[in-house]
Nanobody, 126 residues
Framework: VQLQASGGGLVQAGGSLRLSCAAS????????VAWFRQAPGKEREFIAG????????YYVDFVKGRFTISRDNAKNTVFLQMNSLNPEDTATYYC????????????????????WGQGTQVTVSS
C-alpha cells in the first residue's frame, strides 16, 4: 500500500483545512490509519487514528473537538478535517497505516505504522 497526503497549505489562525490521505492498493480498507505531524525541531507525534471500518476513532487531547478523522474505503481515502487552527498546529502532516489488519483499537505508537506518505505542509499564521 502506498499513501499520499495532500491538502496542506497556508491558513490564518481560526481557519480550516481538510487533509486527504489517498492510498493505492486494494487492501487499504483492512487497516487502521493514523495521522501524525512533525513541527520543526520536534519529534513526530500522533494526532488521530481511525480503525479499518471507521467505527472507532482516537484523538490526542490537544486536537479533540477541533480535528475530525474519517475515511471512505470505496475511495481508498482517509481525511483529516482541521478546524480552529492555531499557529501551534504548524507542521508537516503525515499519514500511515497500521501494520496489522483489522482490529478495533488504535495505537498511538509511531513504530506500529508503515507506508508513510511524503507529508503535506500546514502553516498557520497568527
Amino acid at each position: 500500500v502506498q499513501l499520499q497526503a495532500s491538502g496542506g497549505g497556508l491558513v490564518q489562525a481560526g481557519g480550516s483545512l481538510r487533509l486527504s490521505c489517498a492510498a493505492s492498493g486494494r487492501t487499504f480498507s483492512r487497516y487502521a490509519v493514523a495521522w501524525f505531524r512533525q513541527a520543526p525541531g520536534k519529534e513526530r507525534e500522533f494526532i488521530a487514528g481511525i480503525t479499518w471500518s471507521g467505527a472507532n476513532t482516537y484523538y490526542v487531547d490537544f486536537v479533540k473537538g477541533r480535528f475530525t478523522i474519517s475515511r471512505d474505503n470505496a475511495k481508498n481515502t482517509v481525511f483529516l478535517q482541521m478546524n480552529s487552527l492555531n499557529p501551534e498546529d504548524t507542521a508537516t502532516y503525515y499519514c500511515a497505516r497500521d501494520q496489522v489488519p483489522g482490529g478495533s483499537l488504535i495505537s498511538d505508537r509511531e513504530s506500529r505504522y508503515v507506508d508513510w506518505g511524503q507529508g503535506t505542509q500546514v502553516t498557520v499564521s497568527s
